[in-house]
């Protein structure tokens, strides 16, 4: 399996976001569509939110779990 993805404009990018699924708040810093797959034969592609936390580190969900914080 290769590493595959692409960035994904958003209109929240470098904005101040909540994860809906864990209430966590950031700024989110990428979206990117990824395979996830772990197989050779079938690809999964998911739009992946990376929320940076005030603790410095990133967190990923899916970009339809975030909403302007």
Known sequence: MSEVYEYVPHRLLRKRVRD??????????AVINENVSSSAIGEHWVELAY???????????????IESA
Do not use: K, Q, Y
């Open 20 to 29: 809906i699924a864990s209430g966590v708040e950031g700024e989110l810093m």
């Open 51 to 65: 929320i940076r936390i005030p603790s410095g580190r990133e967190i990923t969900t899916a970009v339809d779990n």
